[in-house]
């Protein structure tokens, strides 16, 4: 069983910058493609983004496109996100999650394994 450990949010202004980091307890995270979801108060879980098992290859949600990247380093057993310019609508709880490859990527039904998730509040 993996267990996935978010850590890098905050309270910010508008336009600033934050990185989040999903540390994994072992290195089957190698077996698992990987998302960012985030969920606001009194709001659906929704998905940010997410990256391929191998390849790189990366979807993100079009509200996040151009200013949130996802990235990882398996030699680190870790998942990044990246987000700059961030807005107040960009408020809420971050997760990461793990699933198996070759599943939709958007649903959070098909991820097996959940961070406990980091708070990013941005301040307009």
């Known amino acids: 069983q993996v267990q996935l450990v978010e850590s890098g949010g905050g309270l910010v202004q508008a336009g600033d910058s934050l990185k989040l980091s999903c540390v994994a307890s072992?290195?089957?995270?190698?077996?698992?493609?990987m998302g960012w979801f985030r969920q606001a108060p009194g709001e659906e879980r929704e998905f940010v983004a997410t990256i391929s098992r191998i390849g790189g290859i990366t979807e993100y949600t079009d509200s996040v496109k151009g200013r949130f990247t996802i990235s990882r380093d398996d030699a680190k057993d870790t998942l990044y996100l990246q987000m700059n310019n961030l807005k107040p609508e960009d408020t809420a709880v971050y997760y990461c999650?793990?699933?198996?490859?070759?599943?939709?990527?958007?649903?959070?039904?098909?991820?097996?394994?959940w961070g406990q998730g980091t708070q990013v509040t941005v301040s307009s």
């Open positions: 072992d290195h089957t995270f190698t077996n698992y493609a």
């Open positions: 999650a793990a699933r198996p490859p070759f599943t939709t990527y958007n649903r959070p039904a098909v991820y097996e394994y």
